[in-house]
Nanobody
Framework: QVQLVESGGGLVQAGGSLSLSCAASGRTFSGSAMGWFRQAPGKEREFVGATAPTGDNTYYVYYTDSVKGRFTISRDYAKNAMSLEMNSLNTEDTAVYYC?????????????????WGQGTQVTVSS
């Protein structure tokens, strides 16, 4: 059974930082695209960023415009994991953050193209 488990969410003040982790089990994602999505109350789930492996233990990273320069996604192939480092957080970043994985190495920003999902972790940014 494939599982993605997020951790690291919590409450942080505006301007602060938070790091999220996603641990995968049940299959290896080293050759697959993985991404982060978030869903704020009353809003649709939206793309945050994603990684696409290049085949030589490196990967490309893509970000939505609103988080560029503030968020950093990293992959750890050895641990079958992914992280999301978030800096300069603001109240608009408040959401449940989800880790997602695909069965292909091709990047996608569409949540409908991700087969595997974690349960989500809450990030709340206070003003």
């Amino acid at each position: 059974q494939v599982q993605l488990v997020e951790s690291g969410g919590g409450l942080v003040q505006a301007g602060g930082s938070l790091s999220l982790s996603c641990a995968a089990s049940g299959r290896t994602f080293s050759g697959s695209a993985m991404g982060w999505f978030r869903q704020a109350p009353g809003k649709e789930r939206e793309f945050v960023g994603a990684t696409a492996p290049t085949g030589d233990n490196t990967y490309y990273v893509y970000y939505t415009d609103s988080v560029k320069g503030r968020f950093t996604i990293s992959r750890d192939y050895a641990k079958n994991a992914m992280s999301l480092e978030m800096n300069s957080l603001n109240t608009e970043d408040t959401a449940v953050y989800y880790c997602a994985g695909r069965s292909t190495p091709i990047y996608s920003s569409s949540l409908y193209e991700y087969e595997y999902w974690g349960q989500g972790t809450q990030v709340t940014v206070s003003s």
